[in-house]
């Protein structure tokens, strides 16, 4: 017979877990805002500005960002309507977002006060270990959500130099 419910021990991770989350994307959010993006403007900026030319398929960088077709359709919209990435023909039916040089050049002025932010709020909180334990936890939870049960698992990194 299948367990119904959580558990106390489940209910306070998951609790803590999902609390913790909300209030750090909240704080992000606000800390973005003060540059003029939203967590969604900074998140496709650095994609396109990691991806070879600046430059993805649509269903590349859906695939990326974890967003559906639609979602990242009006995202798009908005941006370029902004100024921050350009829509570019490729072949008869495809297209590509590219980032401009004015999203690269908004992008540059926001990461810094971004991974200052991350790091007061978050990297900062924790020891070296917690950090490869909290990625190790993440990467199990991804797998199952992105590959379905029995996915490969991802090599996590134990450390980086950035």
């Known amino acids: 017979m299948e367990q119904q419910g959580l558990n106390e021990r489940e209910l306070r991770a998951w609790r803590a877990f999902f609390e913790m989350q909300a209030l750090l994307r909240a704080r992000i959010e606000q800390q973005l805002q003060s540059s003029g993006l939203s967590s969604a403007d900074y998140s496709v900026l650095a994609v396109l500005s990691e991806a070879h030319g600046g430059r993805l398929r649509p269903y590349e960088l859906s695939r990326m960002a974890g967003w559906e077709k639609s979602r990242l359709h009006h995202q798009l ?3 370029s309507t902004r100024g921050l990435i ?18 690269l050049a908004v992008l540059k002025e926001a990461a810094p006060g971004h991974a200052q932010e991350v790091r007061r709020l978050f990297i900062d909180r924790l020891t070296p270990e917690q950090l490869d334990q909290l990625a190790e936890i993440s990467t ?11 996915a490969s698992r991802r090599s996590v990194p134990a450390s980086r130099s950035t």
Request: charged share 20%; proline share 3%.
């Open 140 to 150: 199990t939870i991804l797998d199952t959500l992105q590959g379905g049960p029995g």
């Open 86 to 103: 350009t829509r570019e023909r490729c072949g008869s039916r495809g297209m590509y977002a590219v980032i401009t040089a004015k999203g």
């Open 77 to 79: 919209t908005r941006m």
